[in-house]
């Protein structure tokens, strides 16, 4: 049973910066591809970025390209999200979710998603 535990999320105003994580526990995450996702409210889930099983290899949603960054830490079982120069519209709830995928691609499939963390960008 692998378990996904997203934090870091808060209230920062535009231009900020927040640092997401995604601590799992059951399970090594070493044999996942990990993405993130969000979802603000009447709005689709939306594709924020994903790093394969080595972290060799990253993919981003084209509306946070340049801006997040993507990272893993194997040995403490955790995925982190960098975020910077954030806009109002990246206000949302973000997930973290696993793949048994080696590389992300359009058709990847996630499995275990955690609670989510939420992140509001306001003055």
């Known amino acids: 049973q692998l378990q996904l535990v997203e934090s870091g999320g808060g209230l920062v105003q535009p231009g900020g910066s927040l640092r997401l994580s995604c601590a799992a526990s059951?399970?090594?995450?070493?044999?996942?591809?990990v993405g993130w996702f969000r979802q603000a409210p009447g709005k689709e889930r939306e594709f924020v970025a994903a790093i394969n099983w080595s972290g060799g290899s990253t993919y981003y949603g084209d509306s946070v390209k340049g801006r997040f960054t993507i990272s893993r830490d194997n040995a403490k079982n955790t995925v982190y999200l960098q975020m910077n120069s954030l806009k109002p519209e990246d206000t949302a709830v973000y997930y973290c979710?696993?793949?048994?995928?080696?590389?992300?691609?359009?058709?990847?499939?996630?499995?275990?998603w955690g609670q989510g963390t939420q992140v509001t960008v306001s003055s």
């Open positions: 059951g399970l090594s995450l070493d044999m996942y591809t």
């Open positions: 979710a696993e793949s048994r995928s080696s590389t992300y691609s359009t058709g990847t499939r996630f499995g275990s």
